[in-house]
C-alpha cells in the first residue's frame, strides 16, 4: 500500500499545495515589479526593498515586534513548561481539570473575546490597583504570554507523558531531589521541546493583531499593527517586499531546523547501534 | 555521562561547577522550605494563578460589563455594583443589551451568518485538506518531512500577510482574472473581492494546516495491514477507504474540524479585509461596536453571546485533546 498513491490522490494533493503556494509567490514575483500595478509587469526592480527599508515607522514597529516576541516567549516558555510539568507529573490534585480546561481553551478561543476580556481586565486594575497604567507593552506582553503559554503547555505535556519515567525515578531512588531531578535529568531532554515551544509563541507574538489592537497603546504599535493600517487602504507594493523578506527568513530556519533535526536522528540511530553492538561482544 | 550536567552546561563550561555548589535547586528548595511551600505547590500554583487571573476573571468581568450601560468617559461603561441596591435598574439594565442583540436583525444574521461561513469553510477545509494529509501519511518517509515541512511553512509566515496576498489575487485586475479571461470563461473582468466567495477562500486558506496536521498525525498512525487484509479479501479500494480509513480517521477529522470551525466562528481579519460590508460575522461586529461605536457593554454582550455558541464545541475540543494526550502513556 505505501508508496502507492492513487491518481486522485496525487491530483488532489498537487492541487492543495499549488493552493497554498501560489499566493506566496504571487507576493515574491509582485515584490520586484518596477510598476504599482499589479496588473503591469514593469520591469525588474528592487525599489520596493528600498522604500521599505527607508520607512522608519515600519522598522520600529518591527524592533518593538522583536523585543515584545522575545519576552513573550520567555515568559511563556517558562509558564508553559512549569504547566505541563505539572499536568503530566502530578496526577491528582485538587483543581485538575479546571488547569487542563483553562490551557486548552486559548487555543481555540477567537482572538476577539480574548483581546476583549483582557483589555476590560487591564482597565479594572488600572481602577483598582493603579496598574497596569495605561496599556503599551506590558499590557500587550501579559495578553501574548497568556495564549501562548498554552500552545508550549501542549508541547511541552506531551513530550512529558511520551518521556520514559524510569531516568527520573532512578535518580529520585539514588538520592536526587525533585528540584535537582528536573535541572539535570528532565531539562535536558525535554530541551528541544523547549526550544520548539519558545519559537512557537515567538510566532504567535509576531503574528499577533486582533488582540494586540485591543490592548495595545499610544506609541505601541507593533508590526502587524502597521501592516493592518497600510493593507486597509489597499495594495501597496512595499507589504510584498516585508512578506518576502519574512517568507525567506522562515524558509532558511526552517531548513536549517529540518536539517538539524534529521542529523540528530542519525546520531541517535548510531548510539543506539552502539548500544546493541556493545551489548553483545 | 554527559547527561549529568545535561545541555546547558555544553553552552556553558563552567554552569556545571556552578550547579553543583550553589546549585538553582538547591537555593530553591532551601528558601521553599524555609517558607514551608513544598515544589509541587510552586510548580502547579504559578501557572494556575497567571491562568486564573489573564484568563478566567478577565470573562467575570466581560459579563459583568454586558450587563452595565454605556456612558460618555473613560472607561466608557457604567459602574455595575452601585445599582445592586436598587435591584429593579439593575435588572432592566441587564436584559437590556442582550435583548438589544436579539432584536435587531442585524445582529441575528451577523451571528447565523458566522456560524453558516464557519461551518461551510470547515467542511471545504476537510475536503481539500484530507487528500493532502492522506497522501503525505503514505509517501515514503524520505518525503513525508518535506512535504509537512512545506505545509507548515505558510503557518510559520505572517497570517495577516498571507490575507493580504489574496487581496491582489482576486481583485479587478489580478492576473487571475486575466487568466479566466484568455481561457474564455467570463467576458470582462469580475471582482471577488468583498464577496462570502473571498470570505471562504481566506479562511480555507488560512487554516488549512491547522487542518492537515491532526489529520496526518491520525493518519499516519494507522495500520496499513488492515487495508491489505481487506484487499485480500477482496476488497475494493474505495470501499476499504469507507469502511476502514475514514471511521479509523475520525478523531483527526474531529481534532481537525474543532480547531478550524471555533476560532473561524469569531474570525475578524478575513471578513474585514476580503468581506464586503454586507458580509457581516460576529467577530466583526464586536470590534466595529468596540472601536467605532466605543459600545463596551454591547461589545461584552457579543463576546458573551459568542461564547454561548461555543462552548459545547470548545468542551468537545478538551475532551478530544485530553484523550489524544493521553492516549501517549
Known amino acids: ?58 522598522l520600529n514597529a518591527a524592533k518593538l515586534s522583536l523585543k515584545i516576541a522575545a519576552i513573550n516567549a520567555t515568559g511563556a516558555v517558562i509558564l508553559g513548561t512549569l504547566a505541563g510539568l505539572a499536568l503530566a507529573r502530578f496526577r491528582r490534585f485538587k483543581g485538575r481539570t479546571l488547569l487542563t480546561g483553562m490551557t486548552t481553551a486559548p487555543l481555540v478561543m477567537p482572538e476577539v473575546i480574548t483581546g476583549l476580556s483582557l483589555l ?7 481602577q483598582w490597583f493603579g496598574w497596569p497604567a495605561g496599556r503599551g507593552v506590558t499590557t500587550i506582553t501579559i495578553a ?31 538520592g536526587a531531589r525533585p528540584a535537582k531531578v528536573f535541572f539535570v535529568i528532565t531539562l535536558p531532554i ?44 489597499g495594495v501597496s507594493p512595499d507589504i510584498n517586499a516585508l512578506a518576502t523578506i519574512m517568507v525567506t527568513v522562515v524558509a532558511i530556519g526552517i531548513i536549517v531546523a529540518g536539517l538539524y533535526m534529521q542529523r540528530q536522528e542519525r546520531q541517535r540511530e548510531r548510539d543506539v547501534q552502539a548500544a546493541l553492538a556493545g551489548n553483545n561482544p | ?56 476573571v478577565p470573562f467575570i468581568i466581560v459579563f459583568k460589563i454586558s450587563l452595565s450601560d454605556v456612558r460618555l468617559g473613560m472607561p466608557p461603561y457604567e459602574p455595575v455594583i452601585q445599582w445592586v441596591e436598587s435591584q429593579v435598574i439593575g435588572i432592566r439594565v441587564n436584559l437590556a443589551n442582550y435583548a438589544f442583540l436579539w432584536e435587531d436583525p ?106 492537515v496536521l491532526p489529520l496526518y498525525a491520525n ?19 474505495t470501499k476499504a477507504f469507507l469502511t476502514i480509513t475514514l471511521p479509523l480517521s475520525m478523531p483527526g477529522i474531529v481534532a481537525g474540524s474543532l480547531l478550524v470551525f471555533i476560532p473561524a466562528v469569531g474570525e475578524f481579519v478575513i471578513p474585514a479585509l476580503l468581506g464586503g460590508p454586507d458580509s457581516l460575522m460576529i467577530g466583526r461586529v464586536l470590534w466595529e461596536e468596540f472601536f467605532n461605536n466605543r459600545d463596551w ?27 489524544q494526550v493521553g492516549a501517549h502513556r
Open chain 1, 190 to 233: 525535554i530541551f528541544p521541546a523547549i526550544l520548539a515551544g519558545w519559537l512557537l509563541a515567538f510566532t504567535l507574538s509576531w503574528d499577533d493583531l486582533v488582540i494586540a489592537s485591543f490592548v495595545s497603546g499610544p506609541g505601541s504599535s507593533t508590526l502587524p499593527l502597521v501592516i493592518f493600517s497600510k493593507v486597509r487602504l
Open chain 2, 1 to 56: 555521562m554527559a547527561v549529568q550536567g545535561g545541555l546547558p552546561t555544553l553552552f556553558f563550561p563552567g554552569l556545571r561547577g556552578w550547579i553543583r555548589a550553589f546549585g538553582p535547586y538547591r537555593w530553591a528548595s532551601d528558601r521553599m522550605k524555609h517558607w514551608g511551600v513544598g515544589g509541587r505547590t510552586v510548580v502547579i500554583g504559578i501557572p494556575y494563578l497567571w491562568l486564573l487571573l489573564f484568563f478566567l
Open chain 1, 1 to 58: 500500500m505505501i508508496g502507492r498513491r492513487s491518481f486522485f490522490v496525487t491530483t488532489a494533493m498537487t492541487f492543495g499545495f499549488a493552493f497554498l503556494y501560489v499566493p506566496i509567490l504571487s507576493m515574491i514575483i509582485y515584490s520586484f515589479n518596477e510598476s504599482r500595478l499589479v496588473t503591469v509587469w514593469g520591469g525588474f526592480s528592487t525599489k520596493w526593498y528600498v522604500e521599505l527599508l527607508q520607512n522608519q515607522q515600519v
Open chain 1, 144 to 174: 501574548h504570554m497568556t495564549f501562548s503559554m498554552a500552545y508550549v503547555t501542549v508541547v511541552i505535556q506531551s513530550r512529558l507523558s511520551s518521556l520514559d519515567e524510569s531516568l527520573e525515578e532512578a535518580a529520585m531512588d539514588l
Open chain 2, 106 to 211: 442585524l445582529y441575528r444574521n451577523a451571528y447565523l451568518n458566522s456560524i453558516k461561513v464557519a461551518g461551510i469553510s470547515t467542511l471545504l477545509c476537510l475536503l481539500i485538506g484530507y487528500p493532502i494529509a492522506y497522501g503525505i501519511a503514505r509517501t515514503s518517509s524520505s518525503w513525508r518531512n518535506l512535504l509537512l515541512l512545506l505545509v507548515m511553512l505558510p503557518f510559520w509566515t505572517s497570517f495577516l500577510l498571507r490575507v493580504y496576498a489574496w487581496i491582489g489575487l482576486l481583485g479587478r485586475n489580478s492576473p487571475f482574472n486575466q487568466l479566466l479571461m484568455a481561457l474564455g470563461v467570463i467576458d470582462q473582468p469580475v471582482s471577488f473581492l468583498q464577496t462570502d466567495v473571498a470570505v471562504y477562500i481566506g479562511i480555507v486558506y488560512s487554516y488549512l494546516p491547522f487542518m
Open chain 2, 219 to 237: 493518519l499516519e498512525k494507522m495500520d496499513v495491514t488492515l487495508l491489505e487484509a481487506a484487499a485480500d479479501l477482496g476488497c475494493r479500494p
Open chain 1, 120 to 126: 476590560l481586565l487591564f482597565v479594572a486594575m488600572e
Open chain 2, 297 to 323: 457593554p454591547v461589545a461584552s454582550a457579543v463576546a458573551i453571546a459568542m461564547l454561548l455558541l461555543l462552548v459545547v464545541p470548545i468542551m468537545w475540543f478538551q475532551y478530544a485533546q485530553a484523550r
